[in-house]
């Protein structure tokens, strides 16, 4: 059985930040990637971020500068810092992992519950 478990949501004013983290646990072989994706009421899950194993990141435009990812301190962990925070990146923020449980071959998506992030201006 494999968890991906968020934290660090919650709300803020424009301009402000949070940090939000995401620890992926149980029977987990290797990890892909890990990301953040975010889904704003009445609109389709899109990417924000997401960290290789071997370090590279991707980011959407719309928060490049503003947001960085990093692979936390502990195992299996990925943590989204988001500064300078605007109206439109309210949203629940999912955390996901391309990852393989041990036993299989093939790497299978994997998805947190979520957390929700609000702006206000």
């Known amino acids: 059985q494999v968890q991906l478990v968020e934290s660090g949501g919650g709300s803020v004013q424009a301009g402000g930040s949070l940090r939000l983290s995401c620890a992926a646990s149980?029977?987990?072989?290797?990890?892909?990637?890990m990301g953040w994706y975010r889904q704003a009421p009445g609109k389709q899950r899109e990417l924000v971020a997401r960290?290789?194993?071997?370090?590279?990141?991707n980011y959407a435009d719309s928060v490049k500068g503003r947001f960085t990812i990093s692979r936390g301190n502990a195992k299996n962990t990925v943590v989204l810092q988001m500064n300078s925070l605007k109206p439109e990146d309210t949203a629940v923020y999912y955390c996901?992992?391309?990852?393989?449980?041990?036993?299989?071959?093939?790497?299978?998506?994997?998805w947190g519950k979520g957390t929700l992030v609000t702006v206000s201006s």
């Open positions: 149980g029977s987990i072989s290797s990890i892909n990637v």
């Open positions: 996901n992992a391309d990852l393989r449980v041990v036993g299989l071959l093939t790497y299978i998506d994997y």
């Open positions: 960290i290789s194993s071997g370090g590279s990141t």
